[in-house]
């Protein structure tokens, strides 16, 4: 699914090599939040790196036309930290226009599913509220439902559990699973000890210069 050869960037100095496969559960630590970040966006195509490449689906993505990103990112399912949500759209509409934008199935069947994913994640408030009346974890809840929403080949989790409380994070574990079956998983965490909570998960620590 993804290869990084000599991977380094702006706040990654050591270089990164490793290869994620399909139907995978991987889970990547940092000692800095930055770096973190920064990797989730080398390896989508987000930000280029200082030194690498980067293979992903079968593409290399220095030689990846927009045309081609754009359908990498369709393939995508990608839980940002924040939500990754936009504050001027409802929960509701943050969460079902990338589906329908991408026309991942028929826009009836995408409404009838994204009800079905708000009940099974147990989100309480209102499908219309707005952004800022909702708590980090309701906006994480959203940018779950909505990256599942996308049948994604992949789903990658940036630091899904920052801020959550144990038994928070044990329910969104569970629920994760659950909703993702099979598929292959990435997450970026910043603490071994959040990683043990992912059962079957390959670990992969980096630690910088």
Do not use: C
Not at 39 to 54: C, S
Not at 69 to 82: C, N, P, Q
Not at 158 to 169: C, I, T, V
């Amino acid at each position: 699914m993804i290869k990084a050869f000599d991977l380094t960037g702006e706040f990654i100095k050591r270089e990164m090599n490793f290869e994620i496969k399909k139907g995978s559960k991987t889970v990547f630590i940092f000692e800095k939040e930055e770096q973190g970040s920064e990797f989730l966006k080398l390896i989508t195509g987000i930000k280029n790196p200082e030194k690498g490449e980067i293979i992903f689906m079968g593409k290399n993505l220095k030689e990846t036309t927009r045309d081609d990103l754009f359908e990498l990112r369709r393939k995508t399912g990608i839980v940002f930290k924040t939500g990754g949500l936009i504050s001027n759209l409802k929960a509701w509409e943050n969460l079902i226009l990338p589906a329908v934008y991408h026309k991942v199935d028929d826009e009836e069947k995408i409404i009838k599913r994204g009800m079905e994913l708000l009940k099974k994640l147990e989100f309480k408030k209102e499908p219309m509220s707005a952004i800022a009346e909702l708590t980090n974890f309701e906006k994480r809840i959203i940018a779950i439902a909505r990256a599942v929403l996308m049948n994604p080949e992949i789903f990658i989790f940036e630091y899904p559990f920052d801020g959550a409380e144990e038994s928070e994070k044990k329910w969104l574990i569970e629920k994760i699973q659950a909703l993702t079956d099979s598929s292959t998983m990435l997450y970026i965490l910043g603490s071994e000890r959040e990683s043990l909570l992912i059962e079957k998960a390959d670990v992969i620590k980096y630690a910088e210069n």
